[in-house]
Nanobody
Framework: QVQLVESGGGLVQPGGSLRLSCQTS????????IGWFRRAPGEEREAVSC????????TYADSVKGRFTISRDSGKNAVYLQMNNLTPEDTAVYYC???????????WGQGTQVTVSS
C-alpha cells in the first residue's frame, strides 16, 4: 500500500545533480526513520541513505558517501535526498520508505526514476 510520494527524478548528465523529495499527507514523517533505497535494472534493491526520526543520525551507502545528503524539512513534512556528482551507476528507481531496513519498512512510495546518461 503506497503511502509516500517521491518526486524529483529525471534525466541528468554525468556530474549533474538532482534532489529527490519524499512526502506524504497521511502521517508525520518526523515520527519515522526514513530510508532511501534504489533498484537498478537487473539488480537487487539496495539501501542508499537513512535519517533517524530525530534527525540526529544519518547513514549512507559507501557508493554515495560524499556525494549524497539526506535531510528533513519538518514544516513541509518532507525528506530530501540531494544527489551530486551523479554517475551512470546511480541510474535506478529510487524509493523512500518508513525505516532504514527495507524488510521492516511498512510504508513505501511508488518510486522515481533517475537516469544518468550523456
Amino acid at each position: 500500500q503506497v503511502q509516500l510520494v517521491e518526486s524529483g527524478g529525471g534525466l541528468v548528465q554525468p556530474g549533474g545533480s538532482l534532489r529527490l523529495s519524499c512526502q506524504t499527507s497521511a502521517f508525520t514523517l518526523d515520527d519515522f526513520n526514513i530510508g532511501w533505497f534504489r533498484r537498478a535494472p537487473g539488480e537487487e534493491r539496495e539501501a542508499v541513505s537513512c535519517i533517524s526520526s530525530r534527525s540526529d543520525t544519518t547513514t549512507y551507502a559507501d557508493s554515495v558517501k560524499g556525494r549524497f545528503t539526506i535531510s528533513r524539512d519538518s514544516g513541509k513534512n518532507a525528506v530530501y535526498l540531494q544527489m551530486n556528482n551523479l554517475t551512470p551507476e546511480d541510474t535506478a528507481v529510487y524509493y523512500c520508505a518508513t525505516d532504514c531496513n527495507d524488510k521492516r519498512a511498512w510504508y513505501w512510495g511508488q518510486g522515481t526514476q533517475v537516469t544518468v546518461s550523456s
